[in-house]
Every structure is written in C-alpha cells, then in structure tokens.
C-alpha cells in the first residue's frame, strides 16, 4: 500500500509540473522574434570567421571611388523691379505758339494774346486753355491789361489803340496819339502818354478806361521819352520821370510822379537809370541802371518808393539784370531771369544778351540772399510773372514759342 501511494504521489506531482508548464508556455510565455531573413552571402565553412581586408591606416578618411555628381552655378535670383515713375519735368510748356503780352488775372492764373490765331486767352491754374473771346484781332503789337477787370488795351504798329471788355464785347477806338498805357489798381482809370504834334500839346494824362473825363496831369514838352507810365499799386505815383536835377558823379535822379502835382522825393541811380518794378503794395520800387563801375552792365537795385520814404533803404542786389525781367512775389520776395554772363556795355543794348540763357533767383531783398531755382534747359526769358497763388511761374522765352511755367 506504501508503495502504491508513492508511485501515485510521484505521477500526480509530474502531471502537475507538465500541467504547468503547459500553462505557462499557453498564457505568460514571450514569443521569441522570427529573426530577419539573412541577404544573400558567401557561405562559408562551418565555425570560420568571414576573411577582411587590409585595414588603413588609423584616423585615414579613405575616398570613395563613386563621385556624386558636380552641381552647375546658380546665379542668385533678384526680384524684379516696377519701373520707376515717370518724373515731371520741372518746367513744362503750356502753349506752343508766338504768345504776346502775358499777365497775371485775377482767377490765379494769367491771360494773353496769340499772335498767330488773333484770339486771346486765359492760362487757368491747372495748366488749361480757355479762350477770353471769340473775336479775333490780328497783328496786335501790345496788350495793356486791367488787373481788375476784363478789360483791355489793344495796341497795334500803325498807332491805333482799341479798347475792348471781353465780358460785355464792348469795343471802343482811342486817339492814335496815345501811347504807353497803364490800368489804375482799381481799373477805373487808365494814365497815358498823349504825344501831340507840338512839344506844347504833349502831356501825361488820365482818363477811364473808354478814353472819356481827360485829366493833364503833367506837361512832358520834349522829354516825353524820359517819362515811363506805370501806376503805382498804392495809387501815389501814376509815373517815372529822368527830368530831374543833373547830378555829378554818374548818379541820376528819378522822380516820381502824382497825380495831383505832388512834390515827391527822388530816388538816386547810380549811373544811368534803365527800368523799374513795382512790388505788390507800391512800398518798393525795383530798378536797373549802369555805371563804370559795373562795366555798363545792368544792376538790380531796391528802394523804398511810398511817401516820405521814397528814396531810403536804397541798396543793390548784387545781380545784373533788368528789372523787367523780374517780377514780385511779395514786397520782400522777388523772382529774376539772370543771364548767365553779360558782355561789357550791355547795358547800352539789351539786344546782346538776347541769344544768352538765363538763371532763374529768389532774392529776400530784406536780407539780399539769393537762392537759385534749377531750369533744367537753356532759356532766355522774357516775361516773367508770378500767379496769384504764388506756387508758380510763368514766363515766355525771347527765342521759343509758347508759354511756360515751372513750381515754385
């Protein structure tokens, strides 16, 4: 019985150790990883290494013998670039035929004859043309313009004189014996030179504008050429005279003229006196003249011009020039065409410098600082003037057509 109970004991303890295992193997044993199948190789002997080649020498970089290929240079890409705008010119032209007597008007811009159409027109601010009138009037010589109103004095070579209001086309004929015209600030009156047959019956005279209510202001005898009309804008002077005393020392007086026989102070020019420019207000008064002493060349000089000043503050400017080629801002800002050089004794004759191009200067006659503006062609102006808002030029040139204007 002991060894039956044995032999029972051993096979129950056996079956449960295989039991268990079996167990273990079904739920908590790992799965062994199928190992990747091995790439094609040399098969070598049972139990030997596979034979290597000759090593280098240590710390060598052996090259390969398979070159990898040679990329070509690529130029770095710029970015394109949008053409850059087309700039302004600085001076541009706004007309391109023979323009005569242009002048500022009251709507900011200026006013002219075309002498080529016979028509008159009006320069609006923006650069537009617009005709004054359809009426055409050929071969006008010279146009005195209201500063006003729309009116006008029509002159021609032969003498005759035409007033004209291109508002209501009102048109009246004036004596041939009329010359050298000048509108009154407020265009109510016109001053004029009234040239008789007799030194006796030649007289500076007022009148309006339809050559009606003659006044004589001033008899001229035989220094009529020695008279320049050109009416103040405060209204005290209606003219300039070279009558005055002989002074030595080649200086010369310049009187001024009223219109009610009012004995007004002289202003002194060195040398000979050629020409002059009112500014805005009639204080100033601006004028050329030459002397040995600037060669014979034209010299712009500044002087106060109103009441008990006229004649103080009377110093140059150191530019020669004329002073119809120049025109006022202001009373203190002036704008001068300047040629860029001058022959000896051109201030004898203009004439010379007609073929010799211009500089364009802002002058502060306060100070005398002058500051040149850049034209970026050759000109050689005329007529200059400044528009009403003062943001621009105007000016004609002596050997171009057309008018032209450039920013200020």
Not at 47 to 66: A, L, R, S
Not at 108 to 137: H, I, W
Not at 225 to 234: A, R
Not at 283 to 293: D, N, P, R, V
Request: proline share 8%.
């Amino acid at each position: 019985m002991d060894k039956k109970r044995i032999i029972f004991a051993i096979l129950f303890i056996i079956v449960t150790i295989l039991l268990g295992y079996l167990m273990y193997r079904v739920f908590f044993a790992k799965k062994t990883p199928k190992p990747p199948t091995p790439q094609t190789q040399e098969q070598l002997p049972g139990g030997q290494f596979p034979i290597i080649g000759e090593g280098g020498q240590p710390g060598q970089i052996v090259t390969g013998t398979i070159q990898l290929p040679t990329a070509g240079f690529v130029p770095p890409q710029t970015p394109a670039l949008p053409p850059p705008p087309a700039q302004t010119p600085l001076v541009q032209k706004l007309a391109n035929d023979i323009v005569v007597s242009p002048a500022a008007d009251s709507f900011g811009g200026a006013k002219f004859y075309n002498a080529q159409d016979g028509k008159f027109y009006r320069l609006l601010p923006d650069g537009t043309l617009a005709l004054l009138s359809d009426d055409v009037f050929f071969g006008v010589e010279n146009v005195s313009w209201s500063p006003k109103t729309e009116e006008a004095i029509i002159e021609y070579p032969d003498g005759a004189n035409i007033y004209f209001d291109f508002e209501t086309k009102k048109q009246v004929t004036l004596p041939k014996h009329w010359e050298n015209f000048s509108f009154s600030p407020t265009a109510t009156k016109i001053a004029a030179k009234s040239i008789g047959l007799s030194p006796e019956t030649r007289w500076l005279i007022t009148a309006d504008p339809q050559g009606n209510n003659i006044t004589l202001v001033e008899p001229m005898g035989q220094n009529a050429d020695k008279v320049d009309v050109n009416w103040s804008p405060n209204q005290q002077i209606v003219a300039t005279s070279l009558t005055g005393k002989p002074m030595g020392g080649n200086r010369e007086q310049v009187l001024m003229i009223g219109l009610h026989g009012e004995v007004f102070k002289a202003i002194i020019a060195e040398g000979q006196f050629l020409d002059s420019a009112w500014s805005k207000t009639g204080e100033k008064l601006l004028f050329s003249s030459y002397s040995t002493a600037s060669d014979y060349k034209p010299e712009l000089w500044i002087s106060n011009a109103a009441g008990d000043l006229i004649g103080t503050g009377r110093k140059p400017l150191g530019l020669n020039t004329w002073a119809e080629k120049c025109t006022f801002a202001d009373d203190r800002f002036v704008y001068c065409a300047v040629p860029k050089t001058l022959p000896t004794g051109s201030g004898f004759e203009q004439s010379l410098a007609d073929a010799i191009e211009d500089d364009l200067y802002k002058i502060d006659t306060q100070t005398g600082i002058k500051s040149k503006l850049l034209l970026e062609e050759g000109h050689v102006i005329d007529t200059i003037l400044v528009n009403g808002d003062t943001d621009a030029l105007y000016f004609t040139d002596k050997n171009q057509k057309g008018i032209f204007t450039i920013a200020l």
